[in-house]
Antibody, heavy 125, light 109 residues
Framework: QVQLQESGPGLVKPSETLSLTCAVS?????????WGWIRQPPGKGLEWIGS???????YYNPSLKSRVTISVDTSKNQFSLKLSSVTAADTAVYYC??????????????????WGQGTLVTVSS | SSELTQDPAVSVALGQTVRITCQGD??????ASWYQQKPGQAPVLVIY???NRPSGIPDRFSGSSSGNTASLTITGAQAEDEADYYC????????????FGTGTKVTVL
């Protein structure tokens, strides 16, 4: 059973860099799949931040691209998120999730499953 | 980028049927996946692809799609189905980007 667990500081000062790690258990990241980060501001909806393939290829939300870096460490079976120059608008619960992509009878399917439990990051001085 | 629009809230009587819709241009090219989120919990996948349910998801949840609209139907809604529901699909740009719907709060009366 694949499980994901986010970790990192719960409080970050404005203009600093938010850093989170997602530890994966029950599956070896180097075996495949994409892995993603999603966030949810308090009381609001979900926002895709970006994804990374096990080989290291990355894809970012255009609205965050200039500030986001996602990396993978296959030796530790984990992947990480860095978001620079944070403001109060970056306060959110941050989730990591496995991104499944497959082709069935010529049709591309994709879904996020499973998800980590999420970690609240507050940006405040 | 693309947007996926959902009705903010719907209500359903216990045991009745409710349909949640998700509209967006990307849905003409890609199937939606659907997620249930209860307060204080992480989202849980309930439907992916044309109409696929992960193991453990009750068969009262079903999905469908037509044109630019994807739908999640709960047939015989139960009290435990009260939650927020989000759709998700690949961005219509085809650049391996993803977008979530605005979310629908389902209340079971």
């Amino acid at each position: 059973q694949v499980q994901l667990q986010e970790s990192g500081p719960g409080l970050v000062k404005p203009s600093e860099t938010l850093s989170l790690t997602c530890a994966v258990s029950g599956y070896s990241i180097s075996s495949g799949y994409y892995w993603g980060w999603i966030r949810q501001p308090p009381g609001k909806g979900l926002e895709w931040i970006g994804s990374i393939y096990h080989s290291g290829s990355t894809y970012y939300n255009p609205s965050l691209k200039s500030r986001v870096t996602i990396s993978v460490d296959t030796s530790k079976n984990q992947f990480s998120l860095k978001l620079s120059s944070v403001t109060a608008a970056d306060t959110a619960v941050y989730y990591c999730a496995r991104l499944c992509i497959t082709m069935v009878r010529g049709v591309l399917l994709n879904w996020f499953d499973p998800w980590g439990q999420g970690t609240l990051v507050t940006v405040s001085s | 980028s693309s947007e996926l629009t959902q009705d903010p809230a719907v209500s359903v009587a216990l045991g009745q049927t409710v349909r949640i819709t998700c509209q967006g241009d990307s849905l003409r090219s890609y199937y939606a996946s659907w997620y249930q989120q209860k307060p204080g919990q992480a989202p849980v996948l309930v439907i992916y692809g044309k109409n696929n349910r992960p193991s453990g998801i009750p068969d009262r949840f079903s999905g469908s799609s037509s044109g630019n609209t994807a739908s999640l139907t709960i047939t015989g809604a139960q009290a435990e189905d009260e939650a927020d529901y989000y759709c998700n699909s690949r961005d219509s740009s085809g650049n391996h980007h993803y977008v979530f719907g605005t979310g629908t709060k389902v209340t079971v009366l």
